[in-house]
Protein backbone atom coordinates (compact mmCIF):
# COMPACT_ATOMS: atom_id res chain seq x y z
CA UNK A 1 0.00 0.00 0.00
CA UNK A 2 1.94 3.40 -1.19
CA UNK A 3 2.16 5.60 1.99
CA UNK A 4 -0.18 8.93 2.12
CA UNK A 5 1.05 11.95 0.15
CA UNK A 6 2.54 14.61 3.19
CA UNK A 7 0.71 18.18 3.15
CA UNK A 8 3.14 20.11 3.11
CA UNK A 9 3.83 24.45 2.41
CA UNK A 10 6.93 26.09 1.87
CA UNK A 11 8.43 27.82 4.93
CA UNK A 12 10.81 30.45 5.24
CA UNK A 13 13.87 27.84 7.05
CA UNK A 14 12.13 24.82 6.88
CA UNK A 15 8.91 23.27 5.17
CA UNK A 16 5.99 23.30 7.98
CA UNK A 17 3.02 20.94 8.01
CA UNK A 18 0.03 22.30 6.27
CA UNK A 19 -2.57 23.86 8.69
CA UNK A 20 -5.02 20.93 9.02
CA UNK A 21 -3.04 18.11 8.67
CA UNK A 22 -2.96 15.31 11.91
CA UNK A 23 0.86 14.13 13.20
CA UNK A 24 -0.99 10.83 12.27
CA UNK A 25 -0.90 11.37 9.20
CA UNK A 26 2.72 11.03 8.75
CA UNK A 27 3.44 8.25 11.97
CA UNK A 28 2.83 5.88 9.14
CA UNK A 29 5.28 6.61 6.37
CA UNK A 30 8.57 5.19 6.49
CA UNK A 31 11.96 6.90 7.14
CA UNK A 32 13.18 6.07 4.28
CA UNK A 33 10.08 6.76 1.84
CA UNK A 34 9.80 10.29 3.68
CA UNK A 35 13.67 10.64 2.81
CA UNK A 36 13.49 9.21 -1.03
CA UNK A 37 10.74 12.26 -1.14
CA UNK A 38 11.55 15.04 0.43
CA UNK A 39 15.30 15.04 -0.25
CA UNK A 40 16.29 12.23 -3.32
CA UNK A 41 17.68 10.40 -1.08
CA UNK A 42 20.85 13.21 -0.26
CA UNK A 43 21.33 12.04 3.37
CA UNK A 44 21.37 8.18 2.44
CA UNK A 45 22.96 8.55 -0.56
CA UNK A 46 25.97 10.62 1.66
CA UNK A 47 25.92 7.67 4.20
CA UNK A 48 26.37 5.17 1.06
CA UNK A 49 29.26 6.70 -0.06
CA UNK A 50 30.90 7.69 2.89
CA UNK A 51 30.88 4.50 4.99
CA UNK A 52 32.59 2.32 2.38
CA UNK A 53 35.10 4.41 1.83
CA UNK A 54 36.26 5.49 4.97
CA UNK A 55 36.51 1.74 5.03
CA UNK A 56 38.49 1.28 1.68
CA UNK A 57 41.01 4.07 2.90
CA UNK A 58 42.99 2.06 5.84
CA UNK A 59 43.55 -0.69 3.12
CA UNK A 60 45.47 2.23 0.99
CA UNK A 61 48.15 2.55 3.17
CA UNK A 62 46.57 5.60 5.75
CA UNK A 63 49.38 5.93 8.35
CA UNK A 64 48.31 8.10 10.95
CA UNK A 65 52.28 8.97 11.19
CA UNK A 66 51.59 10.54 7.85
CA UNK A 67 48.39 11.94 8.99
CA UNK A 68 49.87 13.58 11.51
CA UNK A 69 52.76 15.47 10.16
CA UNK A 70 50.48 17.13 7.48
CA UNK A 71 48.50 18.33 9.42
CA UNK A 72 51.05 19.89 11.54
CA UNK A 73 52.27 21.82 8.03
CA UNK A 74 48.84 22.53 6.46
CA UNK A 75 47.96 24.14 10.06
CA UNK A 76 48.25 27.83 9.05
CA UNK A 77 46.26 27.47 5.80
CA UNK A 78 43.15 26.47 7.92
CA UNK A 79 42.16 29.82 8.56
CA UNK A 80 41.85 30.75 5.44
CA UNK A 81 40.58 27.58 3.84
CA UNK A 82 37.86 27.77 6.46
CA UNK A 83 36.70 31.47 5.44
CA UNK A 84 36.72 30.60 1.72
CA UNK A 85 35.01 27.89 1.83
CA UNK A 86 32.35 29.53 3.81
CA UNK A 87 32.01 32.11 1.57
CA UNK A 88 31.33 29.76 -1.41
CA UNK A 89 28.52 28.37 0.97
CA UNK A 90 27.05 32.00 1.42
CA UNK A 91 27.25 32.46 -2.20
CA UNK A 92 25.86 29.20 -3.21
CA UNK A 93 22.85 29.91 -0.86
CA UNK A 94 22.26 32.83 -2.63
CA UNK A 95 22.06 31.20 -6.04
CA UNK A 96 19.54 28.61 -3.83
CA UNK A 97 17.42 31.93 -3.17
CA UNK A 98 17.42 33.22 -6.69
CA UNK A 99 16.84 29.58 -8.08
CA UNK A 100 13.31 29.89 -5.64
CA UNK A 101 12.66 33.25 -7.07
CA UNK A 102 12.67 32.30 -10.67
CA UNK A 103 10.02 29.81 -10.11
CA UNK A 104 7.85 32.03 -7.56
CA UNK A 105 8.31 30.19 -4.71
CA UNK A 106 11.02 32.13 -2.63
CA UNK A 107 9.44 34.43 0.15
CA UNK A 108 12.54 36.49 1.34
CA UNK A 109 15.89 36.38 0.92
CA UNK A 110 16.99 36.09 4.48
CA UNK A 111 14.69 32.85 4.22
CA UNK A 112 16.31 31.56 1.12
CA UNK A 113 19.35 32.35 2.88
CA UNK A 114 18.14 30.76 6.18
CA UNK A 115 16.82 27.41 4.19
CA UNK A 116 19.87 27.03 2.12
CA UNK A 117 22.26 26.89 5.14
CA UNK A 118 20.36 24.83 7.72
CA UNK A 119 19.42 21.99 4.64
CA UNK A 120 22.10 19.82 5.64
CA UNK A 121 21.41 19.87 9.26
CA UNK A 122 17.66 19.47 7.85
CA UNK A 123 18.44 16.24 6.14
CA UNK A 124 20.63 14.78 8.34
CA UNK A 125 17.71 15.39 11.53
CA UNK A 126 15.20 14.10 8.77
CA UNK A 127 17.34 10.98 8.57
CA UNK A 128 17.33 10.04 11.66
CA UNK A 129 13.81 11.22 13.15
CA UNK A 130 12.00 11.05 10.16
CA UNK A 131 10.47 14.58 10.92
CA UNK A 132 8.28 15.69 7.78
CA UNK A 133 8.03 19.20 9.52
CA UNK A 134 11.65 19.39 9.43
CA UNK A 135 11.92 18.32 5.60
CA UNK A 136 13.28 21.00 2.66
CA UNK A 137 11.07 19.61 -0.11
CA UNK A 138 9.69 21.74 -2.69
CA UNK A 139 13.58 23.04 -2.99
CA UNK A 140 14.84 23.50 -6.72
CA UNK A 141 16.32 20.58 -8.19
CA UNK A 142 18.40 20.19 -11.35
CA UNK A 143 18.75 22.84 -13.40
CA UNK A 144 15.25 24.01 -13.30
CA UNK A 145 15.10 27.98 -12.90
CA UNK A 146 19.21 28.13 -12.72
CA UNK A 147 19.50 31.13 -14.98
CA UNK A 148 19.03 33.84 -13.08
CA UNK A 149 21.31 32.46 -10.46
CA UNK A 150 23.98 31.78 -13.19
CA UNK A 151 26.17 34.47 -11.91
CA UNK A 152 26.19 33.14 -8.33
CA UNK A 153 26.76 29.54 -8.97
CA UNK A 154 29.48 30.44 -11.26
CA UNK A 155 31.23 32.48 -8.18
CA UNK A 156 30.49 30.05 -5.57
CA UNK A 157 31.80 26.83 -7.90
CA UNK A 158 35.30 29.06 -8.81
CA UNK A 159 35.67 29.34 -4.68
CA UNK A 160 35.30 25.81 -4.42
CA UNK A 161 37.68 24.90 -7.28
CA UNK A 162 40.39 27.61 -5.17
CA UNK A 163 39.95 26.57 -2.28
CA UNK A 164 40.32 22.29 -3.47
CA UNK A 165 43.30 23.81 -5.68
CA UNK A 166 44.54 25.55 -2.12
CA UNK A 167 44.20 22.55 0.19
CA UNK A 168 45.82 20.32 -2.62
CA UNK A 169 49.05 22.55 -3.05
CA UNK A 170 49.46 23.08 0.50
CA UNK A 171 48.98 19.72 1.33
CA UNK A 172 51.57 18.84 -1.27
CA UNK A 173 49.76 16.96 -3.43
CA UNK A 174 50.02 18.84 -7.05
CA UNK A 175 50.91 16.49 -9.57
CA UNK A 176 54.05 17.46 -11.71
CA UNK A 177 52.12 18.89 -14.84
CA UNK A 178 48.93 21.54 -14.92
CA UNK A 179 46.68 19.32 -16.82
CA UNK A 180 46.93 16.19 -13.77
CA UNK A 181 46.45 18.81 -11.22
CA UNK A 182 43.36 20.23 -12.35
CA UNK A 183 42.14 16.82 -13.28
CA UNK A 184 42.94 15.85 -9.27
CA UNK A 185 40.80 19.04 -8.63
CA UNK A 186 37.86 17.68 -10.91
CA UNK A 187 37.93 14.31 -9.71
CA UNK A 188 37.68 16.24 -5.90
CA UNK A 189 34.77 18.54 -6.78
CA UNK A 190 32.77 15.40 -8.21
CA UNK A 191 33.10 13.91 -4.89
CA UNK A 192 31.79 16.88 -3.17
CA UNK A 193 28.75 17.26 -5.49
CA UNK A 194 28.40 13.69 -5.05
CA UNK A 195 28.37 13.65 -1.24
CA UNK A 196 27.46 17.19 -0.28
CA UNK A 197 26.96 17.00 3.63
CA UNK A 198 30.29 16.81 4.61
CA UNK A 199 31.82 18.15 1.65
CA UNK A 200 32.58 15.33 0.15
CA UNK A 201 35.10 14.11 2.42
CA UNK A 202 35.84 10.48 2.90
CA UNK A 203 34.70 9.79 -0.92
CA UNK A 204 36.95 12.34 -1.93
CA UNK A 205 39.75 10.87 -0.30
CA UNK A 206 39.42 7.58 -1.25
CA UNK A 207 39.37 8.36 -4.73
CA UNK A 208 42.21 11.01 -4.69
CA UNK A 209 44.23 8.10 -3.02
CA UNK A 210 43.64 5.58 -5.79
CA UNK A 211 44.68 8.00 -8.22
CA UNK A 212 47.58 9.60 -6.38
CA UNK A 213 48.53 6.68 -4.73
CA UNK A 214 50.64 5.69 -8.14
CA UNK A 215 53.01 8.72 -7.91
CA UNK A 216 54.10 8.01 -4.12
CA UNK A 217 51.89 10.63 -1.99
CA UNK A 218 51.05 8.94 1.07
CA UNK A 219 47.27 8.58 1.69
CA UNK A 220 47.71 10.18 5.28
CA UNK A 221 48.70 13.49 3.38
CA UNK A 222 45.82 13.36 0.87
CA UNK A 223 43.68 13.33 4.12
CA UNK A 224 45.23 15.51 5.70
CA UNK A 225 44.63 18.16 2.80
CA UNK A 226 40.63 17.55 2.46
CA UNK A 227 40.35 18.42 6.69
CA UNK A 228 40.35 21.98 6.34
CA UNK A 229 37.12 21.57 3.94
CA UNK A 230 35.46 18.93 6.28
CA UNK A 231 36.10 21.59 8.90
CA UNK A 232 33.88 24.01 6.81
CA UNK A 233 31.60 21.33 6.31
CA UNK A 234 31.03 21.06 10.20
CA UNK A 235 30.85 24.72 10.52
CA UNK A 236 28.35 24.72 8.22
CA UNK A 237 25.95 21.83 9.44
CA UNK A 238 26.45 23.00 13.36
CA UNK A 239 25.67 26.58 12.74
CA UNK A 240 22.61 25.16 10.51
CA UNK A 241 21.49 22.92 13.47
CA UNK A 242 21.66 26.44 16.01
CA UNK A 243 19.97 28.53 13.34
CA UNK A 244 17.30 26.09 12.84
CA UNK A 245 16.75 25.44 17.02
CA UNK A 246 16.74 29.13 16.99
CA UNK A 247 14.01 29.57 14.37
CA UNK A 248 11.87 26.82 16.22
CA UNK A 249 12.23 28.77 19.20
CA UNK A 250 11.18 32.20 17.79
CA UNK A 251 8.41 31.19 16.33
CA UNK A 252 6.76 28.87 19.14
CA UNK A 253 4.21 30.73 20.19
CA UNK A 254 3.92 33.35 17.59
CA UNK A 255 0.53 34.10 15.73
CA UNK A 256 -0.12 36.19 13.39
CA UNK A 257 -3.38 36.84 11.26
CA UNK A 258 -3.36 36.07 7.48
CA UNK A 259 -2.65 39.49 5.01
CA UNK A 260 -4.91 39.59 1.84
CA UNK A 261 -5.55 43.60 1.67
CA UNK A 262 -3.34 46.26 0.82
CA UNK A 263 -3.62 50.43 1.68
CA UNK A 264 -1.38 52.48 0.06
CA UNK A 265 -0.53 55.81 1.81
CA UNK A 266 1.41 58.07 -0.61
CA UNK A 267 2.89 61.21 1.24
CA UNK A 268 2.79 64.21 -1.30
CA UNK A 269 3.38 67.96 -1.81
CA UNK A 270 3.02 69.39 -4.98
CA UNK A 271 2.95 66.13 -6.97
CA UNK A 272 0.58 67.21 -10.02
CA UNK A 273 2.75 66.26 -12.67
CA UNK A 274 3.70 62.75 -11.78
CA UNK A 275 0.43 61.51 -9.48
CA UNK A 276 -1.53 60.14 -12.38
CA UNK A 277 0.65 57.66 -12.82
CA UNK A 278 2.07 56.59 -9.14
CA UNK A 279 -1.17 55.90 -8.54
CA UNK A 280 -2.45 53.58 -11.83
CA UNK A 281 -0.22 51.51 -10.99
CA UNK A 282 -0.88 51.37 -7.31
CA UNK A 283 -4.61 50.84 -8.43
CA UNK A 284 -3.21 48.23 -11.26
CA UNK A 285 -2.04 45.93 -8.15
CA UNK A 286 -4.73 43.35 -7.60
CA UNK A 287 -3.82 43.13 -3.62
CA UNK A 288 -4.66 47.01 -3.33
CA UNK A 289 -7.57 47.66 -1.58
CA UNK A 290 -7.66 51.47 -1.65
CA UNK A 291 -4.80 54.31 -2.02
CA UNK A 292 -4.99 57.10 0.14
CA UNK A 293 -3.23 60.20 -0.28
CA UNK A 294 -2.18 63.14 2.29
CA UNK A 295 -1.38 66.03 0.85
CA UNK A 296 0.95 68.28 2.86
CA UNK A 297 -0.35 72.04 1.48
CA UNK A 298 0.09 71.65 -2.27
CA UNK A 299 -0.34 74.78 -4.10
CA UNK A 300 -0.88 72.82 -8.04
CA UNK A 301 -3.75 70.31 -8.82
CA UNK A 302 -2.51 67.37 -6.57
CA UNK A 303 -5.75 67.62 -4.76
CA UNK A 304 -8.04 67.46 -7.67
CA UNK A 305 -5.92 65.37 -9.70
CA UNK A 306 -6.06 62.68 -6.33
CA UNK A 307 -9.44 63.13 -6.37
CA UNK A 308 -10.19 62.68 -9.91
CA UNK A 309 -7.55 59.34 -9.87
CA UNK A 310 -10.29 57.55 -7.78
CA UNK A 311 -7.74 58.10 -4.47
CA UNK A 312 -8.68 58.58 -0.98
CA UNK A 313 -8.08 61.98 -0.10
CA UNK A 314 -6.73 63.33 3.20
CA UNK A 315 -5.07 67.11 4.55
CA UNK A 316 -1.94 67.36 7.19
CA UNK A 317 0.14 69.72 7.82
CA UNK A 318 3.08 69.24 5.90
CA UNK A 319 6.16 67.14 6.53
CA UNK A 320 6.13 63.37 5.91
CA UNK A 321 6.23 61.50 8.98
CA UNK A 322 2.82 63.11 10.21
CA UNK A 323 1.07 62.97 6.49
CA UNK A 324 2.50 59.19 6.67
CA UNK A 325 1.10 58.63 10.61
CA UNK A 326 -2.41 60.52 9.41
CA UNK A 327 -2.61 57.79 6.18
CA UNK A 328 -1.61 54.93 8.55
CA UNK A 329 -4.66 55.90 10.93
CA UNK A 330 -7.16 55.66 8.60
CA UNK A 331 -6.22 52.64 6.61
CA UNK A 332 -7.87 49.72 6.31
CA UNK A 333 -6.03 47.06 4.70
CA UNK A 334 -4.28 44.07 6.84
CA UNK A 335 -0.85 45.39 5.52
CA UNK A 336 -0.25 49.73 5.26
CA UNK A 337 2.82 50.30 2.21
CA UNK A 338 3.89 53.79 2.03
CA UNK A 339 4.43 54.99 -1.20
CA UNK A 340 6.77 58.00 -2.30
CA UNK A 341 5.20 59.98 -5.30
CA UNK A 342 7.99 59.30 -7.64
CA UNK A 343 8.12 55.18 -7.19
CA UNK A 344 6.56 52.70 -9.14
CA UNK A 345 4.89 49.74 -8.01
CA UNK A 346 4.90 46.31 -10.69
CA UNK A 347 1.82 44.70 -11.01
CA UNK A 348 3.71 41.58 -9.16
CA UNK A 349 4.15 43.91 -6.09
CA UNK A 350 1.24 43.19 -4.21
CA UNK A 351 1.86 39.19 -4.76
CA UNK A 352 5.44 39.52 -3.58
CA UNK A 353 4.19 41.87 -0.44
CA UNK A 354 1.71 38.71 0.79
CA UNK A 355 4.15 36.39 -0.05
CA UNK A 356 6.91 37.60 2.58
CA UNK A 357 4.14 38.04 5.40
CA UNK A 358 3.68 34.29 5.05
CA UNK A 359 7.13 34.75 7.20
CA UNK A 360 5.55 35.00 10.62
CA UNK A 361 8.21 36.14 11.97
CA UNK A 362 8.58 38.90 9.30
CA UNK A 363 6.68 42.46 10.54
CA UNK A 364 7.55 44.82 8.02
CA UNK A 365 9.96 44.84 4.94
CA UNK A 366 10.26 46.97 1.08
CA UNK A 367 10.96 46.38 -2.09
CA UNK A 368 14.12 46.12 -3.69
CA UNK A 369 14.95 49.27 -6.00
CA UNK A 370 16.15 50.55 -8.98
CA UNK A 371 16.88 53.80 -10.09
CA UNK A 372 14.93 55.24 -13.69
CA UNK A 373 17.61 56.83 -15.62
CA UNK A 374 20.00 55.57 -14.08
CA UNK A 375 23.01 57.97 -13.88
CA UNK A 376 26.43 55.86 -13.63
CA UNK A 377 27.40 56.06 -9.86
CA UNK A 378 23.80 55.36 -9.63
CA UNK A 379 24.66 51.71 -10.62
CA UNK A 380 24.34 48.41 -8.17
CA UNK A 381 21.36 50.27 -6.05
CA UNK A 382 19.88 46.49 -5.81
CA UNK A 383 23.02 45.46 -3.67
CA UNK A 384 23.08 47.99 -1.86
CA UNK A 385 19.26 47.57 0.03
CA UNK A 386 20.54 44.31 0.62
CA UNK A 387 23.51 45.76 2.45
CA UNK A 388 21.13 48.58 4.12
CA UNK A 389 18.86 46.31 5.61
CA UNK A 390 21.81 43.39 6.35
CA UNK A 391 23.91 45.76 8.11
CA UNK A 392 22.04 49.62 8.48
CA UNK A 393 18.91 47.46 9.25
CA UNK A 394 16.60 49.55 8.25
CA UNK A 395 14.25 49.86 5.44
CA UNK A 396 14.17 54.06 3.68
CA UNK A 397 11.23 55.52 2.03
CA UNK A 398 12.03 55.05 -1.34
CA UNK A 399 12.19 51.43 -1.01
CA UNK A 400 8.11 51.44 -0.34
CA UNK A 401 7.99 50.08 3.23
CA UNK A 402 5.26 47.64 3.80
CA UNK A 403 3.94 47.00 7.40
CA UNK A 404 1.39 44.90 8.86
CA UNK A 405 -1.23 46.75 10.13
CA UNK A 406 -1.58 45.35 13.79
CA UNK A 407 2.12 46.02 14.03
CA UNK A 408 2.01 49.25 13.37
CA UNK A 409 -1.06 49.78 15.69
CA UNK A 410 0.88 48.02 18.45
CA UNK A 411 3.87 50.48 18.16
CA UNK A 412 1.85 53.23 18.54
CA UNK A 413 1.76 54.58 14.64
CA UNK A 414 4.46 56.20 12.11
CA UNK A 415 6.63 58.67 14.29
CA UNK A 416 5.63 62.40 13.33
CA UNK A 417 8.81 63.35 12.86
CA UNK A 418 10.02 66.18 9.86
CA UNK A 419 12.61 63.57 8.58
CA UNK A 420 14.24 60.49 9.09
CA UNK A 421 10.67 59.04 9.94
CA UNK A 422 11.90 55.81 8.13
CA UNK A 423 14.85 55.33 10.38
CA UNK A 424 12.48 55.51 13.77
CA UNK A 425 10.09 53.40 12.53
CA UNK A 426 12.18 50.48 11.60
CA UNK A 427 13.98 50.79 14.55
CA UNK A 428 10.69 50.33 16.72
CA UNK A 429 9.56 47.39 13.99
CA UNK A 430 12.63 45.38 14.50
CA UNK A 431 11.65 45.19 18.46
CA UNK A 432 8.89 43.09 16.81
CA UNK A 433 9.90 41.43 14.58
CA UNK A 434 12.03 41.06 11.36
CA UNK A 435 12.52 43.43 8.41
CA UNK A 436 12.53 41.99 5.16
CA UNK A 437 12.69 42.56 1.25
CA UNK A 438 9.98 41.21 -1.00
CA UNK A 439 10.57 39.55 -4.36
CA UNK A 440 9.34 42.39 -6.93
CA UNK A 441 11.30 45.48 -7.66
CA UNK A 442 10.33 49.27 -7.19
CA UNK A 443 11.26 52.07 -9.64
CA UNK A 444 12.26 55.52 -8.63
CA UNK A 445 12.87 58.58 -9.76
CA UNK A 446 16.92 60.14 -9.47
CA UNK A 447 15.71 63.72 -9.41
CA UNK A 448 17.37 64.81 -6.13
CA UNK A 449 20.50 63.12 -7.43
CA UNK A 450 20.11 65.08 -10.88
CA UNK A 451 19.27 68.29 -9.22
CA UNK A 452 22.08 67.86 -6.63
CA UNK A 453 24.79 65.70 -7.93
CA UNK A 454 24.67 62.42 -7.15
CA UNK A 455 28.56 62.43 -5.02
CA UNK A 456 27.37 66.30 -3.20
CA UNK A 457 23.63 63.96 -2.29
CA UNK A 458 25.16 60.99 -0.89
CA UNK A 459 27.40 63.09 1.21
CA UNK A 460 24.54 64.99 2.67
CA UNK A 461 22.38 61.74 3.30
CA UNK A 462 25.27 60.12 4.77
CA UNK A 463 25.71 63.60 6.82
CA UNK A 464 22.33 63.80 8.11
CA UNK A 465 22.47 59.80 9.06
CA UNK A 466 25.10 60.25 11.54
CA UNK A 467 23.95 63.36 13.16
CA UNK A 468 20.99 61.45 13.58
CA UNK A 469 22.86 58.76 15.45
CA UNK A 470 24.75 61.17 17.32
CA UNK A 471 21.47 62.28 18.86
CA UNK A 472 20.59 65.54 16.25
CA UNK A 473 16.77 66.41 16.31
CA UNK A 474 14.73 66.09 13.00
CA UNK A 475 13.63 69.54 12.91
CA UNK A 476 18.02 70.37 12.37
CA UNK A 477 18.40 67.80 10.07
CA UNK A 478 15.84 69.15 8.00
CA UNK A 479 17.20 72.78 7.51
CA UNK A 480 20.79 70.67 6.75
CA UNK A 481 19.00 68.26 4.21
CA UNK A 482 16.91 70.67 2.65
Known sequence: MSAPSLPLRVGPAYLAVAPGARPSQHSRVP??????????CSAAWQLSLLLPALCLLPSMGLR????????????????????????????????FHF??????????????????????????????????????AGAPRGWGGSAPALPWIIASEGLEWIVLAACGWAGGLAPGSGAAACGCVFVARVAGLAAPIFGGWGVREALLCGVLGSAGIPAGRVVAAGLPILGAALVRLISGGWMFAAEQRRRRGLHRGSVARISVVMPVLNEADGLEETVGRALRVPEVSEVIVVDGGSRDATRERARRLGARLLESPAGRGGQMRAGGLVATGDVVLFLHADTWLEPGAGKAVLRCLEDPTVVAGGFWKRFRQTPLLLLGSRPKCLVRLLVGRRIVGDMAMFVRREELVAIGGVPSMELMEDFELSRRLRARGRLALAESTVSTSARRFREHGVVATYLRMWRVATLYRLGRSPSDLRRIYG
Open 99 to 136: RLRARGTAMHVGASLRMAWTRPWVELRCLVSAAPEASL
Open 31 to 40: RWEIIRRLHG
Open 64 to 95: WEDLAGSVRSLAPTVPLTLALALCAGFLSSLA
